[in-house]
């Protein structure tokens, strides 16, 4: 124990401390916007598409600070989080909305579960529905009540299975994914076609086509060679090098936390909508 709120041995600190989680970035923010709340909320409320390396600093040290953070440091990075969803409402949106909020922590789970087996082999049974309960904290760290989340994973399933199969992507949607794979950023563009691939490669064809990502046999065989390469050499790597961003997010976390700085938003909203803020600091990082 190291005084957080799960044990080092737990389910859910064993899969999300694994840098190839990362690789499920895209695949996680594509499947939120897809639907159309939260797509509306993210374009209107939020400059990640320009500014997206901010988006994921904010998205890590949700995820780090609860899972791995004492219960302290979840307790601050939730209320945190909480305060500045208030502000995030709209026609047809609320951040508030524990059915949105449900959808964003399925999305996390479901994001770090695929890649953890794609990287190190499917997960035994019981390990799996742990890390299942214990994701629930995603989902109430947002505020969601606690009976809203899927009582067992079987139940999960089935939610799953039905939001993919009636989530209908619209044009929000799209604009937003195709501002977060061409980033103004030349130096982040490398890593923005990366994520283009693995997110059009993971994500389930009805929402991949509907955000106009293309993807046929060729894509596949691709996809499939890259992921066979990655389950022979990742688990080989030290694991000082399997747990690094979540170490470095951890430390940038405490640091900025200590400045008073953690999840500054700027002075001014980006054009497409934002809402001005307060105090004119530069922001570290969006919220989830």
Known sequence: MDGGQFRDDSQIRRINREAVLLGGAGYAILLQVAHP???????????FTARPINRLRGTLTFIYGLVFGTVEEAEHV??????????VSGPGYNALDPDLQVWVAATLYSGAVRMYELALGELAPEAKDE???????FATALGCPEDRWPATRAEFETYWAGMIDSIEVDDTARAIAEGLFAPTNPFVRPLARI?????????????????????????QRRFD???AVIRAVYRW????VRTLPKNAYLWDMRRQAARGRLYR????????????????????????
């Open 37 to 47: 709340a939260v797509g509306r909320g993210v374009y209107e409320h939020s400059d």
């Open 78 to 87: 939730a209320r945190i989080v909480r305060a500045m969803h208030k502000r």
């Open 131 to 137: 890390a299942y309960a214990q994701s629930a904290v």
């Open 195 to 219: 994520q283009r691939f693995l997110s059009a490669g993971l994500l389930p064809p009805r929402i991949r086509d509907g955000l106009g990502l293309e993807w046929g046999p060729r894509q």
């Open 225 to 227: 060679r890259l992921f």
């Open 237 to 240: 790597l030290p694991m000082t």
């Open 265 to 288: 938003r700027p002075k001014t909203a980006r054009g497409n909508g934002s809402v001005p803020v307060s105090r004119g600091r530069k922001r570290r990082g969006d919220p989830p």
